[in-house]
């Protein structure tokens, strides 16, 4: 294994954006972009790679490749397979069957050189493609990561952020369970700066936050984006990138992301978002951290929205 080499599959608007976000963190050495086109993946290369003559953009190895670059990779970043479009019906689950057949047909390719990278799963519906990947391949759970909820986390504290003046990175708080519908924010452990979500109202002198329109803020934020512009790719890129940063530099650090529960939280079975411990090695440790009753709840509720639909790619 090279450490600082990354391996991303798909060159579409999401492997392209994952690309720079990856490149402009300047942790990574090489990047290597694989797509079905490889004219395609080889003129995203290219035109990132010019990039690299400017001084505040790090000397990093960008090409197309294959793979067989898999076998020496750290990291392999799963982008491939299609996305919601406009005008189809807005529910990321629609692609389940067309996107576990492509991620059977990856994973089956990057078996062949490796079981010691680490895969993040990016492709939608990220929480079943995480399941089949860590389930069905003899691979190393805790070395495969879905993006899950990450990106949901980060809108969710921009939108209190934003509404409370305060640094978005000093709001603390999670979405949990399904990246979709039936996702839920963590109210009892929501924070800013160690001021609990509830006392910030009166402490701040603003008026009490609308808990059941930020989180349908959060929900509908990135169908908003797909129909705005056609397609999301900046902010889960820029999830990626945080997972990566966690990975190259063994941050320890504590993220939501998708993973195959086996008993936590009272869950078997099922690949949903939870905290986690994200190092040099993958999935360290699933943390179980205090819910309320409710919380529990709806995490037990997501976790079998979820099932429902691993059961018919996984009967």
């Not at 059941?212 to 056609?230: H, P, R, S, T």
Request: hydrophobic letters at 40%; a neutral charge.
């Amino acid at each position: 294994m090279i450490k600082h080499k990354v391996c991303i599959i798909g060159a579409g608007m999401v492997g392209s954006a994952v690309m720079m976000a990856i490149l402009n963190s300047g942790l990574i050495a090489e990047i290597i972009l694989i797509d079905q086109s490889e004219e395609k993946a080889e003129g995203e290369a290219l035109d990132a790679f010019h990039t690299t003559s400017f001084s505040y953009v790090p000397n990093v190895r960008i090409k197309k490749g294959s793979y067989e670059d898999c076998k020496d990779s750290q990291i392999i970043v799963m982008c491939a397979g299609p996305s919601v479009k406009p005008g189809q019906k807005l529910d990321r689950r629609i692609l389940i069957e067309t996107n576990t057949n492509v991620t059977r047909s990856v994973m089956k390719e990057i078996t062949k050189y490796t079981q010691e990278a680490i895969i993040i799963f990016v492709s939608n519906p990220v929480d079943i493609l995480t399941y089949v990947a860590q389930n069905e391949f003899n691979y190393p759970q805790h070395k495969i990561i879905g993006t899950g909820t990450m990106l949901d986390t980060a809108r969710m504290r921009r939108i209190i952020g934003e509404y409370f003046l305060v640094d978005t990175k000093n709001v603390h708080g999670y979405v949990l369970g399904e990246h979709g519908e039936s996702a839920f924010i963590t109210w009892s452990l929501c924070n800013l700066g160690g001021i609990p979500i509830d006392e910030c109202a009166s402490k701040l002198s603003k008026e009490p936050i609308d808990k059941e329109q930020i989180l349908q803020d959060v929900k509908q934020a990135g169908m908003k984006i797909l129909l705005a512009k056609g397609y999301t790719n900046y902010g889960v890129a820029q999830s990626v990138a945080r997972i990566v940063q966690a990975i190259s530099l063994n941050e320890l650090s504590i993220l939501p992301v998708s993973t195959t529960l086996n008993g936590e939280y009272g869950i078997q079975d099922v690949a949903i978002s939870v905290p986690c411990i994200i190092g040099q090695d993958g999935i360290k440790e699933i943390l179980n951290i205090p819910l309320s009753a409710v919380e529990q709840e709806q995490l037990i509720t997501s976790a079998k929205s979820v099932k429902k639909f691993v059961k018919i790619v996984c009967p």
